[in-house]
């Protein structure tokens, strides 16, 4: 059936090491964000892509990095350089389009990064 | 920059009877949609509701309601005959009426459901 998964669930990470958190859709949506949320606070936007290989940064883009090779693939690298990458991570897509069904972004499970 | 804001950190509400959850934004916009979206333990984010701003009716999907006030900047979510699997954190969020634009969210309402 159709929808978002993202893995690992959970994962842990030493200070100093890349990880990659990996998201899939198989909606046929055209657009994937990525969203980290920090207790107490809300979504907060990391990237997006609109389309296969093309990408912009949202509010906190720094150390983190992204690509989009595939329409159903946007995964996510928290490198070295972020300070404080301790939080859970959620992958969300959305159709093309303006219509009341394609202008809502749907969400996928969500990781759990912890830097030990 | 448009913000979104939610008073209430948390709330209670005894099973079967009604709660309102409140938010606020800011936007210079004239067109844009809001949603509300819930997390629950398991912190998939479901979306519960969404609201168009050109128009005028409250959305309803079954329980869940809306009272939108576009001069006011006020969009609070009622929710009547509250039933346990309602307990959740519940976020309001904005998005600007343009394809690929990112939700802005606010920082979340604690419902608790009293059986």
């Known amino acids: 059936d159709g929808g978002i998964t993202q893995s690992p669930k959970y994962l842990f990470r030493k200070e100093g090491q890349n990880v990659t958190l990996s998201c899939e859709q198989n909606?046929?949506?055209?657009?994937m964000y990525w969203y980290r949320q920090d207790p107490g606070q809300g979504l907060r936007l990391i990237y997006y892509?609109?389309?296969?290989?093309?990408?912009q940064k949202g509010d906190i883009a720094e150390g983190y990095s992204v690509s989009r090779e595939k329409k159903e693939s946007f995964p996510l690298t928290v490198t070295s350089a972020q300070k404080n990458p301790t939080a859970f991570y959620l992958c969300?897509?959305?159709?093309?389009?303006?219509?009341?069904?394609?202008?809502?972004?749907?969400f996928g499970p969500g990781t759990r990064l912890t830097v030990l | 920059a448009q913000t979104v804001t939610q008073s209430q950190p948390e709330m209670s509400v005894q099973e079967a009877e009604t709660v309102t959850l409140s938010c606020t934004y800011d936007?210079?916009?004239?067109?844009?949609?809001l949603f509300w979206y819930k997390q629950p333990p398991s912190r998939q984010m479901i979306l519960v509701i969404r609201?168009?701003?050109?128009?005028?009716q409250n959305a309803t999907e079954n329980r869940f309601s809306v009272n939108f006030q576009k001069a006011a900047k006020s969009f609070s979510l009622k929710i009547s005959d509250s039933q346990l699997g309602d307990a959740a954190m519940y976020f309001c969020?904005?998005?600007?009426?343009?394809?690929?634009?990112?939700?802005?969210f606010g920082a979340g309402t604690i419902l608790r459901v009293k059986s």
């Open positions: 969300a897509s959305s159709p093309a389009g303006h219509s009341p069904s394609t202008d809502t972004q749907y």
């Open positions: 909606l046929n949506h055209d657009a």
């Open positions: 892509s609109q389309i296969v290989n093309d990408f």
């Open positions: 936007t210079s916009e004239s067109d844009y949609y």
């Open positions: 609201q168009e701003a050109y128009k005028q």
């Open positions: 969020a904005y998005r600007r009426k343009q394809y690929g634009n990112k939700l802005v």
